[in-house]
Nanobody, 123 residues
Framework: QVQLVESGGGLVQAGDSLRLSCAAS????????MAWFRQAPGKEREFVAA????????YYADSVKGRFTISRDNGKDTVTLQMNTLKPEDTAVYYC????????????????WGQGTQVTVSS
């Protein structure tokens, strides 16, 4: 198993940047593909970005492509989501998730989740 703890959320203005971090503990971090999801009030949890175990491959939702960057440090057991040019529609609780094997965009494929961190973007 792996335990995940997110940090870095907050209240920012449109156009600002924010950096989210997810610290993992437990089994070998490099065994897990990692992803970020988000959930806005009244909406389903949606895929944001994913990164492979070796960090050799990444994938983004169209809504964040070119603005967000996912990265990982297997030496520090962390995954990061750099969010630039934030928009009010990016407002949501952001969750870090892990799964063994290859990453997917389906939230049901991820057995391990953090508690989430709130990101609020004002216009």
């Amino acid at each position: 198993q792996v335990q995940l703890v997110e940090s870095g959320g907050g209240l920012v203005q449109a156009g600002d940047s924010l950096r989210l971090s997810c610290a993992a503990s437990g089994r070998t971090f490099s065994s897990y593909a990692m992803a970020w999801f988000r959930q806005a009030p009244g909406k389903e949890r949606e895929f944001v970005a994913a990164i492979s175990r070796s960090a050799g491959s990444t994938y983004y939702a169209d809504s964040v492509k070119g603005r967000f960057t996912i990265s990982r440090d297997n030496g520090k057991d962390t995954v990061t989501l750099q969010m630039n040019t934030l928009k009010p529609e990016d407002t949501a609780v952001y969750y870090c998730a892990a799964r063994g094997g290859l990453y997917t965009t389906n939230r049901n494929d991820y057995p391990y989740w953090g508690q989430g961190t709130q990101v609020t973007v004002s216009s």
